[in-house]
DNA sequence: GCCGTTTTCGGCCCGACTGTTTTCAGTCG
């Protein structure tokens, strides 16, 4: 069993218990799934190698819940939980999960209705028998239709680099057609989250209700969720909702703070205040006792009041690692502009859209001071791979361009790991390269073990020096390779091999919990665009957001250093 | 069920919006 699996478990058990009434039991499973969720190991190593006392350490997880994994671990089933789940099958769950559709209401249509599946919940809402139960009526029918027909579409979490972009469009709108004081974007896309469910907006506004009547009637709303005077919620006609909220200038930084998240971050802070004779809201930071406000410009003054360091927003996770911030200082996590080059590009030679001259050109003018040129390799025909005749070609490309350029260009592939685990050029040639990147692009479905030996086989061989977009995932359309990671990081790290984090949108590959687990395994990194014109250069910016959510810093990540000390791991640079 | 720089017992973040009901419970973030 492993940890999404356990995750979902404890979600459900969560569900039970709610259903039933009871109290803070769901929010303590809750609270555990997701501690699990968001595990960057093993819940089964953790206990393999710590025993009862590793789980118990881990944020959630107490003496009881820690006994219920263990049984589960071991047997696969837990009696406790079984009977539990008796009571609430799969749909029940399902049932709760639809928009506007809590615990109370979905006991009550269960129970009164006899439901079993959504089907059921679907077809008694079309035949007019939920407006009549006690405490329901026609608007919450037809609510529950359309939450069910939004279920069935299934509300898809997408990529960082798409919501970034809808947001912003939204900020644009609302700055042309009203006039904020102040405007940003919050919640996961705030905290740089590789994939984003909705979006949450944050005004401060002399007119919030002008504000939000220009939001909630944007050409491009599908419908309204809620329309207040201070908070409004759409769903656009591409199926994403947005969320926003018009604060009073002097509460601005509690509120950008509030509604950034995590919601654990938020509850961990709130409880923080107090315990320390504060009250925090998004209206700002009280005293406990006689409600006076503390003025608070910032979130730093937010944070440096309550006797922590200023915690980033790509930290603002709940993984345990708290603690370390309110006794240690936080680490100085990696930013865009220690970046001194980009190990990963691609040209016309193959499936670029540039050339190699504007790439180069561009990578100077961003101030770079090394580019790596790595076309792909000659088994990748869909790519246009190239062919040593067409490498050779390239090198002496790269050689007359040269002089042109203070910044140094790289010889570079993208080689091809094939089914065995060989890389796609004779190692002649791959000894001439100055940075070899190898890479999955078929076969992805292979059986775990084979999938270990074919990256293993490639991660020893001399010449390779990255590995890129190690789980091959494409957000939305293909899951990550199904694998041991650890057993892969492990390799890379004891063979001195760099593990990629790719910045392509739809890839974001490595995912920050596997870069935390790697990390601690002993792994550096590099930042690359894999850009594939010079507008794509644009793309770091995502990369460095899943690297500062793994705790990165300039030290982890190799191509934040200068040409002369990259040779440390990239030996076949010349002088 | 979890947790503790007041606590090993008694708390558990906080406020807006909706719909149904006439003052608020339920839901959401």
């Known amino acids: 069993m492993d940890n999404s699996e356990l995750a979902e478990l404890l979600n459900r058990v969560a569900d039970a218990y709610e259903l039933q009434g009871v109290e803070w039991k769901p929010a ?33 997880i107490g003496k009881a819940i820690a006994e219920h994994i263990i049984e589960l671990l071991e047997t696969g089933h837990s009696k406790k939980i079984d009977s ?52 329901f009526g026609e608007k919450t029918e037809s609510n529950i239709l359309r939450a069910i027909e939004m279920h069935l579409q299934g509300k898809k979490r997408r990529p960082f680099a798409e919501m970034l972009k809808e947001s912003q469009s939204i900020i644009d709108y609302l700055k042309q057609h009203a006039v904020p004081q102040k405007i940003d974007y919050a919640g996961s896309l705030r905290r740089r989250k590789d994939t984003v469910g909705d979006i949450d907006i944050l005004v401060c506004t002399a007119q919030p209700e002008e504000l939000m009547k220009t939001f909630t009637s944007m050409p491009r709303v599908d419908h309204v969720l809620a329309h207040g005077s201070t908070k409004s919620s759409v769903v656009l006609n591409n199926g994403v909702q947005v969320d926003l909220r018009a ?68 930290l603002r996770e709940v993984r345990g690692k708290f603690e370390a911030t309110t006794i240690a200082s936080l680490p100085v996590l990696v930013e865009q502009a220690d970046l001194k080059g980009d190990l990963h590009t691609h040209t016309t030679f193959s499936d670029g859209n540039s050339s190699l001259q504007a790439m180069v050109q561009r990578a100077q003018d961003m101030g770079y001071s090394y580019i790596a040129i790595t076309d792909h390799s000659i088994s990748a025909r869909i790519a246009n791979g190239l062919s040593l005749d067409r490498l050779k070609a390239q090198w002496e490309e790269i050689d007359n361009i040269a002089a042109k350029f203070k910044i140094r260009i790289l010889k570079g592939a993208e080689v091809d790991i094939l089914k065995d685990g060989k890389l796609d050029y004779p190692d002649e040639i791959l000894e001439q390269l100055h940075v070899v990147i190898g890479a999955i692009h078929s076969s992805f479905k292979m059986p775990a073990s084979e999938l270990i030996h074919r990256l293993t086989r490639a991660l020893l061989h001399p010449c390779l020096d990255i590995l890129a977009h190690p789980s091959c995932r494409l957000i939305g359309r293909r899951g990550p390779l199904q694998i041991d990671y650890k057993q892969v990081f492990k390799v890379a790290a004891s063979n001195n091999k760099i593990l990629e984090i790719n910045s392509q949108p739809s890839r974001m590959d490595l995912h920050d919990t596997h870069i935390l687990q790697a990390r601690d395994s002993g792994v550096k990194f590099c930042i690359n665009t894999d850009g594939h014109g010079t507008d794509e250069f644009a793309f770091m910016g ?21 040409l002369s000390k990259l040779r440390r791991y990239l030996p076949r640079i010349p002088q």
């Not at 501690?35 to 881990?58: C, P």
């Not at 209401?105 to 035949?127: G, H, M, R, V």
């Not at 923080?272 to 006076?292: C, I, Q």
């Open 247 to 314: 604060v009073p200038e002097q509460s601005y930084a509690a509120a950008l703070l509030y509604f950034t998240g995590s919601k654990e971050h938020n509850i961990r802070i709130r409880a923080l205040a107090n315990r320390k004779g504060y009250l925090l809201s998004e209206y700002g930071l009280f005293t406990l006792t006689d409600k006076k406000p503390i003025a608070c410009n910032s979130e730093k003054s937010i944070y440096k009041q309550l006797g922590l360091h200023y915690i980033p927003p790509e």
């Open 84 to 135: 539990l789940l008796k009571k609430v099958s799969q749909s029940h769950s399902e049932i709760m999960q639809l928009e506007g559709v809590g615990p109370k209401k979905a006991y009550k249509l269960i129970e009164e209705l006899q439901l079993s599946s959504i089907a059921e919940l679907k077809a008694a809402a079309q035949q007019g028998k939920i407006r009549v139960l006690k405490g």
């Open 28 to 60: 303590a499973y809750r609270k555990a799934a997701n501690s699990v969720q968001n595990l960057e190991q093993d819940l089964l190593e953790i206990y393999r190698f710590h025993g009862i006392k590793g789980l118990i350490e881990l944020p959630g």
């Open 542 to 562: 995502y990369g460095i957001g899943l690297a500062r959510r793994a705790w990165l810093t300039k030290n982890d990540v190799i191509n934040t250093l200068p």
